[in-house]
Nanobody, 124 residues
Framework: QVQLVESGGGLVQAGGSLRLSCAAS????????MGWFRQAPGKEREFVAA????????YYADSVKGRFTISRVNAKNTVYLQMNSLKPEDTAVYYC?????????????????WGQGTQVTVSS
């Protein structure tokens, strides 16, 4: 069992930055590929970024490529999402996700565990 708790969301002006954190419980954190998804009001949840268990490879949605960076520190059971050059269209609830099937499973939404989400609001 893995529990995921996100933090770091908030209100920021367009062009600003935020760093989201996702703290995982359990000793098997390094067994999971991790990802971030987001869901805006009235829209489906969409993939944002994913990282392999080792942190050696990362993947991004085209909409955030070059602006967002996913990283992880296995010793701290934590995955991060650094978000720069934020735009109003980045406004959403951001969810952390863990997948035992690897990073491809994250991208295909075969998720084992979800966090509860953290709100990010970008004002224009």
């Amino acid at each position: 069992q893995v529990q995921l708790v996100e933090s770091g969301g908030g209100l920021v002006q367009a062009g600003g930055s935020l760093r989201l954190s996702c703290a995982a419980s359990g000793r098997t954190f390094r067994s999971y590929a991790m990802g971030w998804f987001r869901q805006a009001p009235g829209k489906e949840r969409e993939f944002v970024a994913a990282i392999t268990w080792s942190g050696g490879m990362t993947y991004y949605a085209d909409s955030v490529k070059g602006r967002f960076t996913i990283s992880r520190v296995n010793a701290k059971n934590t995955v991060y999402l650094q978000m720069n050059s934020l735009k109003p269209e980045d406004t959403a609830v951001y969810y952390c996700a863990a997948a035992s099937g690897g990073v491809d499973a994250v991208r295909m939404r075969r998720i084992d565990y979800w966090g509860q989400g953290t709100q990010v609001t970008v004002s224009s």
